[in-house]
């Protein structure tokens, strides 16, 4: 009985650990549409998500999960980013992403997808 307490309470203090850096950020930047979802560089798009202020989010990326491609910010509210797509993007489907800000920015992967032409 002595193991199986101390085995539930090292599983109690690493789930703690592990949901700490989650607990407590509430202005975790979430994406939920890019319009239009087809592009030419160039073109100008905009995100609609939460959490989206320059004060939470730095950057917004294109990534086809081996190239990651910073584009241009225009415009920028909590609510939405407008940004171009840079000349350096190949044609392609590319998956959104977020820079954070903040002492340990995080590129984070949105499940919003573009095709670029």
């Known amino acids: 009985m002595k193991w199986t307490w ?3 309470m090292l599983a109690l203090v690493l789930v703690t650990l592990t949901a700490a850096p989650l607990v407590g ?3 975790f930047p979430k994406l939920n549409s890019v319009e239009p979802n087809t592009a030419k560089p ?3 798009l905009t995100v ?3 959490n989206l202020g320059k004060d939470v989010v730095q950057g917004i990326y294109l990534t086809d999960g081996q190239n990651d491609l910073r584009m ?3 415009e920028q509210t909590a ?3 407008r940004f171009r797509v840079t000349d350096k993007v190949k044609p392609g489907k590319y998956n959104l992403m977020v ?3 903040g002492d340990e920015p995080r590129l984070i992967e949105q499940p919003v997808k573009v095709t670029i032409e």
């Open 6 to 8: 101390v085995g539930l």
């Open 25 to 27: 950020q509430t202005n």
């Open 42 to 44: 160039g073109d100008v």
């Open 48 to 50: 609609q998500g939460e």
């Open 72 to 74: 241009d910010i225009i």
């Open 79 to 81: 609510t939405s980013i």
């Open 99 to 101: 820079l954070t800000r």
